[in-house]
């Protein structure tokens, strides 16, 4: 199984990228991972955010393989402890034959044509966070589950 996280709008700020890659790194120890981003939409101010929401939704669907199995990172999704999501990963390692596709919404969320497409969603928080951060605390829990599955010591309970 590979793992991909689809990301709308590139990360701007340094410090975030030098940790991103740093984790994705790390990451290629333990299973195929790629951070895939999705160009920012031109002249989002003559657009409504359900415009914008349908626009992005449009570049995630043209993204997602037939096959993929598909999860919004979504405030209104499941919530997972770290040891949670590692087992979690653990057993869609074993049901999921090729991409396990995670997908951080634009600003104002998913259209209603990629929730219709997900399996799922989980949540990171019930917290808001910037996209550039999101892309971080998922590729480091990501790492986490793969340490904790492994019996490293990088996670302590």
């Known amino acids: 199984m590979k ?3 689809l990301a709308i709008g590139k990360t701007d700020a340094s410090y975030f990228l030098e940790a991103i890659r ?6 290629h ?3 195929p991972f790629e951070l895939q981003i999705i ?3 031109k002249n989002v101010k003559n657009l409504t955010h359900d415009q914008q929401k349908e626009k992005e939704g449009e570049m995630i669907l043209k993204n997602i393989l037939q ?16 040891v949670q999501f590692a ?3 653990e057993k869609k390692t074993h049901v999921v034959n090729k991409r396990m596709v995670f997908i951080i919404g634009g600003p104002y969320g998913f259209s209603e044509t990629v929730y219709n497409r997900a399996d799922e969603k989980i949540s990171l928080s019930s917290m808001t966070f910037s ?14 589950a793969m340490t904790i599955l492994n019996n490293e010591p990088y996670h302590h309970e």
């Open 131 to 144: 996209h550039q951060m999101v892309r971080l605390i998922f590729i480091e829990q990501l790492y986490r």
């Open 3 to 5: 793992i991909v996280l």
């Open 39 to 41: 160009p920012d939409i």
């Open 22 to 27: 740093e984790y994705e790194k790390r990451l």
């Open 87 to 89: 087992s979690y990963i």
């Open 29 to 31: 120890h333990y299973i």
């Open 67 to 82: 096959g993929d199995s598909v999860v919004l990172l979504d405030d209104k999704g499941r919530k997972f402890t770290s």
